[in-house]
């Protein structure tokens, strides 16, 4: 007489995208972390180039009250806000469609992409109705943005 083995194995807390049966045939899932690998990436991308934000924010802020020193830096500084929004906007998309049962990724991460709007038209107004007044709420935003950033991705590597 034979015993029989347990329908399936507890997968390892490191591993949950696999159980084996009693013939011993893999029954392949799709784990949390790699479904998020793409939202973890694209909020990734979009993180560093808030990071870079920061930088080129502070090469041209040293030329102060001198824009026309300062505009190719303005100018890469400005792309760099579009390229964060790209990124965030698509980790969004992808937050909604593959993690949907995320609700605390896929709702972070539109606002993250709500905010950058927001962080953008704010740059836009600086730059170009020179409302200088506005750096006060801007740079400060630029900060709680790199904060969601990084939390996003953390966030997307715990077990829901």
């Known amino acids: 007489m034979t015993a029989t083995k347990s329908a399936s194995t507890r997968p390892a807390p490191d591993d949950a995208s696999s159980t084996t049966d009693t013939t011993g045939t893999m029954d392949t899932t799709v784990s949390a972390a790699r479904q998020s690998t793409a939202f973890t990436v ?7 180039t808030v990071l870079l934000q920061g930088l080129w924010a502070g090469i041209f802020l040293e030329h102060d009250g001198r824009r026309d020193a300062a505009s190719g830096w303005v100018e890469v500084h400005a792309r760099g806000g579009e390229v964060a929004l790209v990124f965030a906007a698509a980790a969004t998309v992808v937050a909604f469609v593959r993690l949907r049962d995320r609700r605390d990724l896929w709702i972070a991460s539109l606002a993250f992409t709500l905010l950058l709007v927001l962080e953008s038209y704010l740059g836009g107004l600086i ?4 409302k200088d007044v506005l750096t006060a709420v801007h740079v400060p935003l630029a900060m709680a943005l790199m904060g969601l950033a990084v939390w996003l991705p953390m966030r997307a590597r715990r077990r829901p």
Not at 42 to 48: D, M, Q, R, T
Not at 127 to 130: L, S, V, Y
Request: without cysteine.
């Open 42 to 48: 694209l909020v990734g991308l979009s993180a560093l």
């Open 127 to 130: 730059r170009d109705a020179g």
